[in-house]
Nanobody
Framework: QLQLVESGGGLVQPGGSLRLSCAASGFTLDYYAIGWFRQAPGKEREGVSCISSSGRRTNYEDSVKGRFTISRDNAKNTVYLQMNSLKPEDTAVYYC?????????WGQGTQVTVSS
């Protein structure tokens, strides 16, 4: 069964950093593009970043450009989201996802809270 598990969230002060991980099980990550999304309280889920299966192409939402970096280690079956210079408005539950055919798979999410 294809599963995604996020980890690495937590409480961090403004200006701090976190690295989120999205680990895949039940399938080999090599052939899949992966996306990171986030959902803040009372807001819709929004796309943050995505990476192609090869890792050669990446995209970022405007508000995180220059601060977040997405990467993948296919040998570890894991995709990462390095988040630097965090702001309070980055507070949200972060999810990773992928698609296989017509099915979209989501992880359970990891909470990121940026607060002093």
């Amino acid at each position: 069964q294809l599963q995604l598990v996020e980890s690495g969230g937590g409480l961090v002060q403004p200006g701090g950093s976190l690295r989120l991980s999205c680990a895949a099980s039940g399938f080999t990550l090599d052939y899949y593009a992966i996306g990171w999304f986030r959902q803040a309280p009372g807001k819709e889920r929004e796309g943050v970043s995505c990476i192609s299966s090869s890792g050669r192409r990446t995209n970022y939402e405007d508000s995180v450009k220059g601060r977040f970096t997405i990467s993948r280690d296919n040998a570890k079956n894991t995709v990462y989201l390095q988040m630097n210079s965090l702001k309070p408005e980055d507070t949200a539950v972060y999810y990773c996802n992928t698609k296989s055919g017509r099915i979209t798979y989501w992880g359970q999410g990891t909470q990121v809270t940026v607060s002093s």
